[in-house]
């Protein structure tokens, strides 16, 4: 019988302290140096690869957001403010239902099949808009220069990026809107626009945040 408890007490004993010794390293030690080597390493992407401008943080470069005017009476979607560059749709996007004590976005995708009646509303209303917004006297958008990226939103809703060729047609109406020339807005997209990661991965892209807050330092220079 003593033998017993004393065995029972041990294996508790052994337990217990592999308990501790695991919470310590796992729970404690393991976090610290996880966080210490990414802030020492790669201190930007650890912190959330946040944008700031005039020393203040205006968001990501892994989240994107939209550039609207006031939400005018009786609107329920806000117009685009067409003196900036405008991201993908984010037709895919929800609200928060739930805990309605939070004013939240919830990403995904729209999980519309490609001939579904609704996505290719999306798509036809979305194309009417972007040639009508970026046509300007003496350069209209023909409907087959708009890129698929400009009529439909990412897997997220929340891609950052753009194409080289949805950016492009949108520089006459952003240099129109800014008052600004047309060579001095497509410098600023070539000096934007990132390559494919390692020279194969992906696609051509440009961040549309960092664009606009390069096209407001322009304009404010101007």
Same mark, same amino acid.
């Given at each position: 019988m003593n033998n017993s408890v004393a065995n029972t007490a041990r294996l508790l004993w052994a337990g217990l302290r592999a308990l501790l010794v695991l919470t310590v390293v796992c729970g404690v030690l393991y976090p610290l140096a996880v966080t210490g080597v990414a802030q020492g390493v790669f201190p930007d992407k650890a912190n959330g690869s946040e944008i700031t401008a005039n020393g203040k943080v205006v968001g990501s470069e892994l989240i994107g957001q939209r550039y609207d005017l006031p939400l005018k009476k009786g609107q329920e979607t806000a117009a685009p403010d067409l003196?900036?560059?405008?991201?993908?749709?984010?037709?895919?996007?929800?609200?928060?239902?739930?805990?309605?004590?939070?004013?939240?976005?919830?990403?995904?995708?729209?999980?519309?099949?490609?001939?579904?009646?609704?996505?290719?509303?999306?798509?036809?209303?979305?194309?009417?808009?972007?040639?009508?917004?970026?046509?300007?006297? @003496?350069?209209?958008?023909? #409907?087959?220069?708009? /890129? $698929?990226? =400009?009529?439909?939103?990412? @897997?997220?809703?929340?891609? #950052?990026?753009?194409? /080289? $060729?949805? =950016?492009?047609?949108?520089?006459?109406?952003?240099?129109?809107?800014?008052h600004l020339p047309v060579a001095q807005v497509e410098k600023l997209v070539e000096q934007h626009t990132d390559g494919r990661i390692l020279g194969f991965v992906g696609e051509p892209r440009v961040n549309v945040l960092q664009l606009n807050i390069a096209l407001k330092q322009l304009v404010d220079g101007a």
């Open positions: 003196k900036w560059f405008q991201p993908r749709p984010s037709n895919g996007l929800g609200t928060n239902s739930v805990n309605t004590q939070y004013k939240l976005l919830l990403s995904g995708a729209t999980n519309r099949s490609g001939d579904n009646k609704e996505l290719i509303d999306w798509v036809t209303a979305a194309k009417a808009a972007v040639v009508k917004d970026n046509s300007v006297p @003496g350069h209209p958008v023909s #409907p087959s220069d708009v /890129p $698929a990226d =400009a009529v439909t939103s990412s @897997g997220s809703g929340l891609d #950052p990026a753009i194409s /080289p $060729a949805y =950016a492009q047609l949108q520089v006459r109406r952003v240099a129109e809107r800014n």
